[in-house]
C-alpha cells in the first residue's frame, strides 16, 4: 500500500520562501515518477513541477525560475524548492507518484498519477 506524506507547508509573505518535502512508502517498484500540483479554492489542479527520473524536470509556467524540484531516492522522498513566494501561488500543495517513469506528457497531468498526498497548506500574504 503505497503511501504519501507530504510536510513542509506554512504561510509566509511575499518573497519568501518554503520547502516542501513528500516522503513515499510501500511502494515495491524501485522507480517511480513524482510531481507536485496544486489547488487553489475554486480552481482546477494544475502541475507545479514533475520528476519522471532523478534528471528530467518540468515545470508549470508560472513557477519557473521560483521552483524547484527534487529527489532523493535514497531517502524516498522528493522536495520542492520555492522562492519569490508570490501571493497567487496559495493553495493546498498535493504530492503525487506513479510506478514506473511516465512520459513527459503524461508526468504532468493529474491522471498520469495514481498515488496522491493528503495535502500541505501554503498561504502567501
Known amino acids: 500500500h503505497v503511501q504519501l506524506v507530504e510536510s513542509g507547508g506554512a504561510s509566509v509573505q511575499g518573497g519568501g520562501s518554503l520547502r516542501l518535502s513528500c516522503t513515499v512508502s510501500?511502494?515495491?517498484?524501485?522507480?517511480?515518477?513524482a510531481g507536485w500540483f496544486r489547488q487553489a479554492p475554486g480552481k482546477e489542479r494544475e502541475g507545479v513541477a514533475v520528476?519522471?527520473?532523478?534528471?528530467?524536470?518540468y515545470y508549470g509556467d508560472s513557477v519557473k525560475g521560483r521552483f524547484t524540484i527534487s529527489r532523493d531516492n535514497a531517502k524516498n522522498t522528493v522536495y520542492l524548492q520555492m522562492n519569490s513566494l508570490k501571493p497567487e501561488d496559495t493553495a493546498m500543495y498535493y504530492c503525487?507518484?506513479?510506478?514506473?517513469?511516465?512520459?513527459?506528457?503524461?508526468?504532468?497531468?493529474?491522471?498520469?498519477?495514481?498515488?496522491w498526498g493528503q495535502g500541505t497548506q501554503v498561504t502567501v500574504s
Open positions: 503525487a507518484a506513479a510506478e514506473g517513469r511516465l512520459s513527459r506528457f503524461m508526468s504532468t497531468q493529474t491522471w498520469g498519477y495514481k498515488y
Open positions: 510501500g511502494s515495491r517498484h524501485s522507480t517511480y515518477s
Open positions: 520528476i519522471p527520473t532523478g534528471s528530467d524536470a
